[in-house]
């Protein structure tokens, strides 16, 4: 049996740039961008939602990608952890926080953990390590290192205060 696949056109603005693919309607949003759009810093973990992974900003909220049909976000503001990029397009406070804290472990859960403190600093630029800890409850760490995810929470607070970000 052959089956032929209705796709959509969707459009979002990913990272600033605006992007248009063409997707059946069951494809996920993780799997839109990394696969249609080549974004593949977006990793997926568990796909149910649990592990963070695959955590990306819509509209400036985390959401958990594979949990995300691509249509349904259609004309959305994606920030993927290739978004959290300074301006000048070297490491943003977070990224450069986790490489001056060891925070990066094996790496894979780290782009949701990025995009995750991200959109937390936003809200609470100065937090204590206890916020720090609630912040990144939702997103899971394999190989155990919360740690220096927490200490790099922290380091991208001081970062940003630093640079005069909030």
Known sequence: MSATETTHDVTFTVNGVLRTASVPARRLLADA????????????????????SCTVLVDGRPMRSCLLFAVSVDGAEITTVEGCLAPDGGLGPVQQAFVDCH?????FCTPGFVTTITAYLRENPDPTEEEAREAIGGNLCRCTGYQNIVKSVLRAAEIQQEQGAI
């Open 103 to 107: 925070g990066l472990q094996c790496g």
């Open 33 to 52: 961008l990394r696969h249609d759009l080549g974004l593949t810093g977006t990793h997926l973990g568990c796909e149910h939602g649990v592990c963070g």
